[in-house]
Structures are given as C-alpha cells and as structure tokens.
C-alpha cells in the first residue's frame, strides 16, 4: 500500500506541473451545463437533476479515457517507463497508484458541474442521494478506466489522441447522455442500452432519483467491463513483451 501511495503522488505531481490536462477534462461537462443544462432545464428540480447527473457520468467517462488514454501513451514514449518496469516492486504498486490519482482528479474535476448544477439550476439532491452518487462515481469510473488503460496501451502517443477524441463524443451521445430520461431520438433509444455510457449513466440516474434501472443496460456494462479489462490486460502483457524480448 505505501509503495502504491508513492506512485498516486508521484502521478498527482506530474499533474499539478500540466494543470490544463485536469483543466481539460473539466471543461467539456462544464461548457455543457452551461450552454445546454442550464438553459433548457428550467425550474424543474427532476429534469434539472438527471441533466446534471448525465454530465457528471460525462466528465467521468472524458477524464478517464483521456487521463488514460493519452497518459499512459505518453508514459510509454518516455525512457522512465521502462526503467520503472525493472523494479522489484512489479507492476501492482504502480497501476494502483495511477487508478487512485485518476480517481482523485475525476472527483476534482466534477466539481464545476456540480457548483454550476446547485446554483445554475433547480436540481437538488437528499444527503443519502449524494452519498450514493459518489459511490457510483467510483463504479461508473471502471469501465473508461479500462478503455482508457486499453487504448494507452495499444498506440502510441498521437494515434491515442486522436481514438480518444473520436470516441468520447459518439459513446456521450449515443448512451443518451444529452438527452433527458427516455426522450432521446428513437435510433439513440435502439442502441443506448448497448453502450457503457448508458448503463453507467442509470446507474447515476437512480442514484440521484427514482429512475428504473434497464437490465439489458446492466448486463451490457458488466460486459463492457469484462471485455475491455481483457483487451487494456492483453495490450499490457504485448507491450510488456516488446520491451523485454
């Protein structure tokens, strides 16, 4: 545990000397509070809360995937990532600590949208209700986590860029994130239940309400979970082997 502590603070330094990149991941779910949340959800305290909500399960999922898409790609281009691999500790101490300081800058960054939903809107939460939510914060967070390791493994530097880019805006709209609680398009509605986004965004949604999880949506998250654990696992283990053969 110390030593995984080590490496948390270790990936916190490297942020605070590159604000931006915590700056970044703030800003999409912020500017969309502000242009599409606050002025559309009007007075209504239920839809001004699911809004809200959508947008907090928005910066998890942009946080994670760019945090480490983009992060890990860049660690792997640097001379110091192979030499930490050369360390007796293994690789356990250093992935716990990148996924505590990820989890870490994805509370922080979720604290623009939250101000701007408790003063820009009518949302409001029970104390039980907030509780809940953070707790799925840290359960929503797992599977862009996953696409993230994923993708930071598989490709260099700019190629996670640019798959990191194209991928967050299609998974946000397609998993009914900018819509409100079935009132997305009819074509959104046919694929939503299939995609992360939804199942981690029901999850929220009946954490801060009184929203009917959909199964499929469930089932599909935990899918989703096992199968990009798989590919950010195989990716690990190839680029681990062409450092060392």
């Known amino acids: 545990m110390r030593l995984a502590l080590v490496h948390t603070r270790y990936q916190l330094l490297e942020t605070v000397r590159i604000p931006i990149a915590l700056v970044g991941s703030a800003f999409f779910p912020a500017a969309s509070m502000l242009f599409f949340v606050v002025p559309f959800s ?11 909500a959508s947008m907090v399960t928005f910066s998890v999922m942009t946080t994670n995937i760019f945090q480490y898409g983009i992060g ?3 660690d792997r281009a640097q001379p110091w990532d192979p030499y930490l691999r050369t360390l007796p500790a293994g690789a356990a101490p250093r992935f716990a600590g990148r996924i505590l300081a990820g989890l870490l800058l994805t509370m922080l960054s979720l604290i623009p949208v939250v101000v701007i939903g408790a003063l820009g809107t009518a949302a409001r939460v029970t104390g039980p209700a907030f509780l809940a939510a953070l707790g799925t914060v840290v359960v929503a967070a797992v599977p862009f986590t996953l696409m993230g390791l994923a993708i930071g493994y598989s490709l260099p530097s700019r190629a996670a860029i640019v798959v990191a880019q194209v991928l ?19 074509f959104i509605q046919t694929i939503a239940p299939f995609l992360p986004t939804r199942g981690a965004v029901e999850l929220m949604w009946a954490a801060v309400g009184d929203f009917p999880v959909n199964p499929l949506s469930l089932t599909m998250l935990g899918v989703w979970i096992v199968v990009l654990a798989t590919i950010a696992g195989w990716a690990y283990r190839r680029d681990e082997g062409r450092r060392f053969s």
């Open 72 to 74: 890990v790609a860049e």
């Open 168 to 186: 967050f805006f299609p998974l946000a709209v397609g998993g009914g994130l900018l819509f409100p609680p079935d009132q997305s398009p009819g």
């Open 42 to 52: 009007g007075d209504d305290p239920v839809i001004a809360t699911y809004a809200t």
